[in-house]
Every structure is written in structure tokens, then in C-alpha cells.
T-cell receptor, first 117, second 117 residues
């Protein structure tokens, strides 16, 4: 009964390649996020989608393109991978409209460790 | 300016003792939420506790409590009766504009807690 799942868990690839990370949530939430955790463990928001609409797009290179085919899925495609893209990428979701408890708690997926060589 | 500051990169505590992890925040938004997440060595992000800016009482969840001092803009996490399994990285995070606005968490740099037997 995984709430937020990501595939793959590990991704090792060479510079210049294009890769995708998939995220799915079965919580019925209306908002999904991508966060990046760098080698120093710092977590930063990259993108956020609410009901398939992009609402946050931080200062992220154009090589990163999120796609939300429906409310339950948010994928991250990365073109022309660079060494600096090596990080752990977390998907998360929350219920924004009519939040039952008003906390807007974000549920995180297990993370995808991307290593670019 | 840093929105979330965690000044303790690392902390040690003896098993069964209490420990306080510091967090200060900076916002001009009257409506915000403060969250604590635990990240064990396995990498997943585990939600621990939430405090809303309008909450009159400090939040508690089992052995976790949040010492919320609004005037000082601090939201320290207190873990009582530490267990070996509490050894992990702990992140303080803030969400501004509850129910509206940015809808993403801003994280601190984290505190690595090690519980010693």
C-alpha cells in the first residue's frame, strides 16, 4: 500500500544521456512536487503541480521538464545529463483543497538516487 | 536571507535522555506551518510533527513535541526518551501561506542526531 512511489530507486547514467523518473501517488491528493536533495543533504523545491497545472517552477535548468499526465502522476524528464545533476530526487504529494486537518502535510516518496558519470 | 536555520549540524545524546533540536525561521507571512521530518540512513523522509502559526498550544506526537516560540520565531523539536532508532538526519521545514500561495516546503540544512547506548 505504498502512498507515493518512485521508479527507479537508483539510476546510474553517463553525461549527455536523457533519463526519466516516474512518480505515482495513490492518496487522491491534488498537488505533487519534485524536490532535489544534493550531496550536502540540502533539500530544495524544483516543481509543483496542482491538478495537472504547473504552479511552481523554481530556477531549474530547461533540461528538466516535469510532466503530469493526471493528478496521480508526476514524471521528471532530464535531458543532456550533467555531473552536477547527481542527487537524490524526491517526489511528494499533498492535499491542498479542502485539507481535512489543515496541515497540508506532504507525503514523500522513497527518493531516486541519480548518479551521473 | 535564510528562511529556515538549523544551527546544529550534529548532535549526540545518550539513550533514554531527551534532546532538543533547534530551528529558527524567518517569514513576514502571518499564516504559516512548521514541519519536522526525519531522514534515517535508508533515505526516506518521515513526517514527525506539525505546528501551525495560529495554533495556541505546542504540538505533540508521542515522544515528539514542538517548542513553538512565535515571538522568537523558533520551533525546536524535543525528542524525549531517545532510542537508538532515533539516530537520523532531522529537517525543519516551513510552508508559507497555508491553503494558498507557494505550496512548497522550505527546508533547513538539517541536524544529524546520533543516539549513543
Amino acid at each position: 500500500d505504498t502512498a507515493v512511489s518512485q521508479t527507479p530507486k537508483y539510476l546510474v547514467t553517463q553525461m549527455g544521456n536523457d533519463k526519466s523518473i516516474k512518480c505515482e501517488q495513490n492518496l487522491g491528493h491534488d498537488t505533487m512536487y519534485w524536490y532535489k536533495q544534493d550531496s550536502k543533504k540540502f533539500l530544495k523545491i524544483m516543481f509543483s503541480y496542482n491538478n495537472k497545472e504547473l504552479i511552481i517552477n523554481e530556477t531549474v535548468p530547461n533540461r528538466f521538464s516535469p510532466k503530469s499526465p493526471d493528478k496521480a502522476h508526476l514524471n521528471l524528464h532530464i535531458n543532456s545529463l550533467e555531473l552536477g545533476d547527481s542527487a537524490v530526487y524526491f517526489c511528494a504529494s499533498s492535499q491542498e483543497s479542502a485539507s481535512r486537518d489543515g496541515t497540508y502535510e506532504q507525503y514523500f516518496g522513497p527518493g531516486t538516487r541519480l548518479t551521473v558519470t | 536571507a535564510q528562511k529556515i536555520t538549523q544551527t546544529q549540524p550534529g548532535m549526540f545524546v545518550q539513550e533514554k535522555e531527551a534532546v532538543t533540536l533547534d530551528c529558527t525561521y524567518d517569514t513576514s507571512d502571518p499564516s504559516y506551518g512548521l514541519f519536522w521530518y526525519k531522514q534515517p540512513s535508508s533515505g526516506e523522509m518521515i513526517f514527525l510533527i506539525y505546528q501551525g502559526s495560529y495554533d495556541q498550544q505546542n504540538a505533540t506526537e508521542g515522544r515528539y513535541s514542538l517548542n513553538f516560540q512565535k515571538a522568537r520565531k523558533s520551533a525546536n523539536l524535543v525528542i524525549s526518551a531517545s532510542q537508538l532508532g532515533d539516530s537520523a538526519m532531522y529537517f525543519c521545514a516551513m510552508r508559507e501561506g497555508m491553503g494558498t500561495g507557494r505550496r512548497a516546503l522550505t527546508f533547513g540544512s538539517g541536524t544529524r542526531l546520533q543516539v549513543q547506548p
